[in-house]
T-cell receptor, first 114, second 116 residues
Framework: GDSVTQMEGPVTLSEEAFLTINCTYTATGYPSLFWYVQYPGEGLQLLLKATKADDKGSNKGFEATYRKETTSFHLEKGSVQVSDSAVYFC?????????????FGRGTQLTVWP | SQTIHQWPATLVQPVGSPLSLECTVEGTSNPNLYWYRQAAGRGLQLLFYSVGIGQISSEVPQNLSASRPQDRQFILSSKKLLLSDSGFYLCAWSPPGPSRANTEAFFGQGTRLTVV
């Protein structure tokens, strides 16, 4: 079945450091891929998405490229800020999945120190 | 624009008591609706999803049930809470129809449930 494997955390970085959070997936068909962010005590917000191979999603300085050959969708940011501290979830939908259902990774806690 | 409302934000309930969490969506018709649970230190687990009024699918057999009495209302219930029901519950919606199968879901702010 469809699944997402996400880098285990927690990840602790200093401000302005480079961030990579790895995500790989298993899916039938042609899924869409997403990164969601969850700030403390809040629900999930969509950070970025990509709907087909080689697409690059980007938002707020974060980027991720849909790599079908490596079944990956790694999240990157060149210079993190304290305000980026949150939990990040990789997810997929579509392909062989139940209509509209999202499959999530376990989440990666990011803490950025000033 | 579409909005999703979920309440209450926090809830403390004794073991054996009933539960009712409500979620409503505005600004869209016939959405797909979902209940997820996020246990401490774990990822998100899909509990229930619904593609229409009265149509509920359960992903994980457990102490909870869901109902969809109206098009844009989704309710999560339990007759008797267990300690293991504690967690962060998230309601979400996505647009209907097979042409939007690869679309994202939009989440409510969540309910923090503590069973004591």
């Amino acid at each position: 079945g469809d699944s997402v494997t996400q880098m285990e955390g927690p990840v602790t970085l200093s401000e302005e450091a480079f961030l990579t959070i790895n995500c790989t997936y298993t899916a039938t068909g042609y899924p869409s891929l997403f990164w969601y962010v969850q700030y403390p005590g809040e629900g999930l917000q969509l950070l970025l998405k990509a709907t087909k191979a080689d697409d690059k999603g980007s938002n707020k300085g974060f980027e991720a490229t849909y790599r079908k050959e490596t079944t990956s969708f790694h999240l990157e940011k060149g210079s993190v800020q304290v305000s980026d501290s949150a939990v990040y979830f990789c997810a997929l939908s579509g392909g062989g999945s139940t209509l509209g259902r999202l499959y999530f990774g376990r989440g990666t806690q990011l803490t950025v120190w000033p | 624009s579409q909005t999703i409302h979920q309440w209450p934000a926090t809830l403390v309930q004794p073991v054996g008591s009933p539960l009712s969490l409500e979620c409503t969506v505005e600004g869209t018709s016939n959405p797909n609706l979902y209940w997820y649970r996020q246990a401490a230190g774990r990822g998100l687990q899909l509990l229930f999803y619904s593609v229409g009024i009265g149509q509920i699918s359960s992903e994980v057999p457990q102490n909870l049930s869901a109902s969809r009495p109206q098009d844009r209302q989704f309710i999560l219930s339990s007759k008797k809470l267990l300690l293991s029901d504690s967690g962060f519950y998230l309601c979400a919606w996505s647009p209907p129809g097979p042409s939007r199968a690869n679309t994202e879901a939009f989440f409510g702010q969540g309910t923090r449930l503590t069973v004591v």
